[in-house]
Each structure stands twice: as structure tokens, then as C-alpha cells.
């Protein structure tokens, strides 16, 4: 086995379910520390943070992950122990094999070798890891960046290691997400027998129309960069489980994947102005998760990428920014340049998760080549 392979399955064997680290940042210091990095922990309430750097002069590359994981699902459903990190037919099985411990092992390999073949090497290296991207995302990358802020470090490339391949890896890299905003929608009737509507108000009547009118809307149809604005219901729930009661209230909860012609407050009037017209007695309950960002093809951080995976892999990337959102919108706003890539995202938290085993020293050699293309001054 390759020391990828090696330090993955050390990591992966660590029962890490978000929120709890479970002393893998301590093994990453262990790590970086000899390679002349100064490791900073960062913890936030119940969440463990690290800050690593190893210079102090621009540009500053960072790799950025996280080491918690989601919980494992039913155990008996699993091929291998899913904290077993066995490798089966060339395929390594474990939570958090493909989202995302194996790239933070890459890197660490990678960023290794990169600094053993070139010590002098110009600007700074950084890891920014968290236990807190799986969970709620209030104490961990946010809070991060805000300390680095705070202090005026700014961070010129950021490299998220989340997984970004779609069918063979490097096919697609992340440059940027959608917005991500959250609503519930309550709105309120009267409660009464069923056998005397005229004494009640039902409230799921009044809703449909205006639900059938709001998922109707077109309010956008995207540009260069994301798809169409997306609103999706998730969530309605209403009644008090009895068949003869009206019930006094229902509640909606929708989300919208916005593009960037969007705000979150053009947006909340768009509902609002939709709503209207239906004279319902309503609240509204907003939760933003995040705002939309793009890093632009033409940027360093990009071309670098697509020309490591071109040398190693032998063809370029995608550009995307579809899917979820990622603790890269906490960084984008500094004015980094932020992507997103890593290995093949078709197995991430499913029961059986795992990342093919030369992907990964495929992986760690296309981090070593993008260090070399934004790091190593050209003849």
C-alpha cells in the first residue's frame, strides 16, 4: 500500500460522526508539524478546529475539509465494518471514505512530497479542517474564517477537497454553489368538526391554491454559471391524526436554490408578492444557509487545476456548481478563489461508501501538481 492508502485508512478508522473529531486533527498536527507548519487549534464550542500554515508570505494556498462524518446507517446493511476501512477489489469501504477523509489524506501526502522536492518553494501552505461540516455549521469553517478576518490572513486559492468527480475523477470540479435559503410557511384556519365546515376554516384548503401558484413560478432561468433558481417543498404537515377534525393550522417548509440573479431578499418578496393575492392569515420563518459564489474560469486556481489533471489524468475538467452546499461558502466571500475538488461523489453517505484505491494515489498526484503550478515560480 501506498503512505495515501496508509494514512487514509488511519483516519477512516477513527469513529469521527460529526460532531466529535475524535482526535484526528491531533493526528494531522502530528503530521504537519515536522514539515515546519505551526498547528493552531481552534475550537468553538463543542466543535474541534484546526488552523495550519507553514509560511508567511503570499500567495497562500489552502486546503480545506473537514474530519467528521455522517452516521453510518444500519451496520448490517454494510459489506465491511463501516470504521473498517477495508479495502475489497481495489475499492476502499468506509464512512467518510469518499466524504472527504481520503482527500485530506491526499493532500497531506501530496503537501509532503511537495515540500520535501521543494523547500524554497514561494508562497504558504495552509490546512483548514473542521469537525463541523456535516452538522449544524455555526463553530466550525465560519468561525475559522472569521478569526483569520480578524487578523487580516487572507487566503488567495482555496482547495476544498469534497468529492467532485462524477463518473471517472477529475471529470468535474466545483467553482462554485448555489444559495441555499429555507422557509416555513405556517398558515392558520380554524379548527372544527368536519361534519360543520361552516364553523371552521380549513387552512389546507386555502394552502393548496397558493402552494400550486408558488411552485409555478419560473424566477429565473439561470446564467452562465448555475442552473434556474429551484424552489422545492420538503416538508408539509397539518391535521391531529383524528378523521373528523378540521385542523386550525398547517405548515409548509420549502427551500430555494438560488442562482446569483437572485438575493435572499428578492427572493423573500417574490413569496410574499406571490402570497398575496389569497388573503391568507400567514407566517413566515426564514433561515438563510448560504449565499451563492463562482470563482471565474479564467482565475490561477482553476487553470492550475484543470492543468494538473490534464498532465496526470489526460483530459480536462468540467466546470459545475450544482449540487449541495459546501464550507466553501464561508471562505468565497474573503475574495478567495475557492473550488471544490475531490474523488467520486456517487457513494457519499450511502450505506457501502468507498473511494477506488488508485484514484487516490491518482488524487494525491494531481494536489502535488497543483502546488507546483501556483507555487513554483515558471522558468
Known sequence: MSATIDLAQTLLRIDSVTPDDKGCQNLITDFLKPLGFNCEPMPFGDVSNLWARKGESGPLLVFAGH????PTGPLDKWKHPPFSAEIDQGMLYARGAADMKS???????????????????????GFLITSDEEGPAIDGTIKVIKTLEDRNEKIDYCLVGEPSSDIKLGDSIKNGRRGSLNAKLTIKGIQGHIAYPQLADNPIHKALP????????????GNDYFPPTSLQISNVQSGTGATN????????????RFSTEHTPESLKQGVVDCLAPFNLDYQLDWNLSGLPFVTPAEGQLIQATSDAIQKIMNYRPDLSTGGGTSDGRFIAPTGAQVIEFGPLNDTIHKVNECVSVKDLD???????QIMINLLIPKA
Not at 491518482?362 to 502535488?368: R, V
Request: hydrophobic fraction near 50%; charged fraction near 15%.
Open 362 to 368: 491518482l488524487l494525491t498526484d494531481i494536489y502535488y
Open 210 to 221: 397558493a402552494l400550486a401558484a408558488l411552485t409555478g413560478i419560473e424566477w429565473d432561468q
Open 245 to 256: 377534525v378540521i385542523p386550525g393550522e398547517i405548515e409548509v417548509m420549502f427551500n430555494f
Open 67 to 70: 474530519t467528521d462524518v455522517v
Open 103 to 125: 482527500s485530506i489524506a491526499c493532500f497531506m501526502i501530496a503537501t509532503e512530497r511537495f515540500i520535501n522536492d521543494h523547500p524554497h518553494h514561494k508562497g504558504s501552505i
